[in-house]
């Protein structure tokens, strides 16, 4: 079963950068779409972002598609989530995990890393 672990969050300024990364384990990691999702204090999980098993194909929340570029690696068996422009509400904990459709993902959900934007 393929596992997915997400890492390059951190505390940044309003206005900053940072570039997340989901590593997967497992040779069945590009068969799956692969979607971040977050999660902001006293909020339910949102969707960010979503790329094919190819990486020829990406989709965002309408709110993040200008700040926000997923990629895929195929080589090295992980998804990129660059975040620019970020803002105080960007705050949360983002995930990764392969999809089975719009609403179910394979597996459970990780650890998750925590983005905080300061003002």
């Known amino acids: 079963q393929v596992q997915l672990v997400e890492s390059g969050g951190g505390l940044v300024a309003a206005g900053g950068s940072l570039r997340l990364s989901c590593a997967a384990s497992?040779?069945?990691?590009?068969?799956?779409?692969t979607g971040w999702y977050r999660q902001a204090p006293g909020k339910e999980r949102e969707f960010v972002a979503s790329i094919s098993g190819t990486g020829g194909t990406s989709t965002y929340a309408d709110s993040m598609k200008v700040r926000f570029t997923i990629s895929r690696d195929s080589t090295k068996n992980t998804v990129y989530l660059q975040m620019d422009s970020l803002k105080p509400e960007d705050t949360g904990v983002y995930y990764c995990a392969n999809l089975l459709s719009a609403t179910s993902i394979v597996g459970s959900w990780g650890q998750g890393t925590q983005v905080t934007v300061s003002s």
């Open positions: 497992g040779r069945t990691f590009s068969m799956y779409r």
